[in-house]
């Protein structure tokens, strides 16, 4: 049996997948570069300019959290939806541009998706550490799993829940409290961990559980109030020196 530092023992490891076992961000800058020089060649433009309107755009689109609901379980309509407005506000309407752009961004950020560092091996000594493992993450059933078959990541886990296969996702209380009830065991005997600090910590606390944000973009701890402590970590393999076994 794990347990945390004041002693509180710990029965199931929830994980994260994006950005917490696979590294899903490194490759956004360059992906972006690419599809943004994709969109200002043919059309006169400055790819600087280009760029500057598409993180507008991801910035107004992913702020709301009913378009960041639909979008994530459809991303490819999502990024069409980005690109096709930040082209309209440079007052070039071209959706054929805008479907390849699309499509050239999901593959430039697919081809650069990878473990992060030294993650099967800490998913091993973890899943020896607690009694069960289960991974929660949110999106679309065949986005999601593809990642999880591109890994092998289901030999780890007791229990792999896909906001898309579920019908709830993280931050609402039945995603976490689903997880629980799959793996047997109470909220307050349960860690989630992950790098999203609204979907994966205060959703968590929220629901009774205990949790670890991951700070995998470096971000330092958030100003945030949270109902209750949580811990930081920088990785997962942080886990294993936070859960005592
Ligand atoms: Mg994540």
């Keep these: 049996m794990a347990k945390l530092p004041d002693g509180t023992e710990i029965r199931v490891l ?9 590294d899903n961000r490194s490759g956004v800058r360059a992906a972006w570069d690419f599809v943004s020089e994709l969109l200002a060649a043919p059309n006169g433009l400055r790819a600087e300019a280009v760029r500057a309107e598409i993180d507008r755009v991801t910035d107004w689109f992913w702020s709301d959290s009913e378009r960041h609901r639909t979008g994530r379980l459809d991303l490819l309509a999502a990024r069409r939806t980005i690109l ?17 752009a699309a499509a050239a961004y999901q593959e430039h950020r697919s081809s650069t998706l990878c473990l992060e ?3 099967l091996e800490t998913l091993g000594a973890l ?7 289960g991974l929660v993450t949110n999106g679309a059933s065949d986005a999601q799993r593809a990642k999880i078959d591109r890994f092998d990541l289901w030999r780890w886990f007791d229990h792999v829940q896909i906001e898309g296969e579920l019908g709830v996702g993280k931050p609402e209380v039945d995603a976490y409290l689903h997880a629980t009830r799959s793996l047997g065991a109470a909220p307050e005997e349960t860690l989630m961990a992950g790098d999203d600090f609204e979907y994966d910590v205060l959703g968590s606390l929220g629901a009774g559980l205990h949790a670890a944000w991951i700070d995998a973009h470096g971000r330092g701890r958030p100003r945030r109030p949270a109902p209750r402590d949580f811990h930081v970590l920088s990785s997962i393999r942080e886990l294993l020196d936070l859960l005592e076994g």
């Design 84 to 100: 096709g407005r930040a082209l309209d506000a440079l007052d070039v309407d071209d959706p054929t541009l805008v479907d390849r």
């Design 117 to 119: 560092e030294r993650a």
């Design 14 to 22: 929830l994980l994260d997948l994006d950005d917490t076992i696979l």
């Design 127 to 133: 899943r020896a550490r607690v009694g069960a493992l």
